[in-house]
């Protein structure tokens, strides 16, 4: 019987980030790369999850075999990377031949670009008080990335959503 899909489920077990928003009030922002680690998708990681065969090569899931797939076998069509952590979610389709169709990253609870911080901590936003954020990524291409700050203060809830540079942008939802 001739296998259409091989799905690859991975559950990505890695060191979770936790980060206290109290670095939003005084801006000591840490080191994004001492962070970076903790994340399986990174921008060291960036370029490989592009393909399958760097994926299978360098295999950063910590507690999965990938040599036992098998590229351009005629028996499977696509293949599906699936794995999620307390802090990250990935999904990514590739073609038999490890090329890339689509993916979908999103990292919740993470640290934020220092624009980032910056612009929460001044002018309208500065009485807000950030209580969760996350950042979404397609493809694995740096040039999507948006973050997504939810803040609140007193009662109100309120969400804002910046692009790689730290602008703030706006989202038809």
Same mark, same amino acid.
């Given at each position: 019987m001739l296998i259409k899909n091989i799905i690859i489920s991975t559950f990505i077990l890695l060191l979770t980030t936790s980060v206290t928003f109290a670095m939003q009030s005084d801006l000591k922002t840490p080191d994004e790369a001492a962070f970076s680690y903790q994340l399986t998708v990174n921008e060291n990681s960036m370029e490989c999850f592009r393909t399958l065969q760097c994926l299978i090569e360098e295999n950063p899931f910590k507690n999965s075999n990938l040599d036992q797939i098998r590229l351009n076998n005629s028996r499977a069509q696509r293949f599906m990377v699936e794995g999620s952590s307390e802090n990250e979610e990935l999904k990514a389709v590739y073609l038999a031949n490890g090329t890339l169709v689509e993916a979908s990253?999103?990292? #919740?609870?993470? !640290? =934020?670009? #220092?624009?980032? $911080?910056?612009?929460?901590?001044?002018?309208? =936003?500065?009485?807000?008080?950030?209580?969760?954020?996350?950042?979404?990524? @397609?493809?694995?291409?740096?040039?999507? @990335? #948006? $973050? @997504?700050? !939810?803040? @609140?203060?007193?009662?109100?809830?309120? !969400?804002? $959503?910046?692009d790689r540079y730290g602008e703030r942008i706006h989202i038809n939802i």
């Open positions: 990253v999103t990292q #919740r609870n993470i !640290v =934020l670009p #220092r624009k980032i $911080y910056e612009k929460l901590a001044t002018g309208e =936003l500065e009485s807000w008080t950030m209580i969760e954020n996350e950042l979404n990524i @397609k493809n694995f291409d740096e040039t999507t @990335k #948006r $973050y @997504k700050v !939810v803040l @609140k203060r007193d009662n109100d809830v309120r !969400v804002e $959503y910046f």
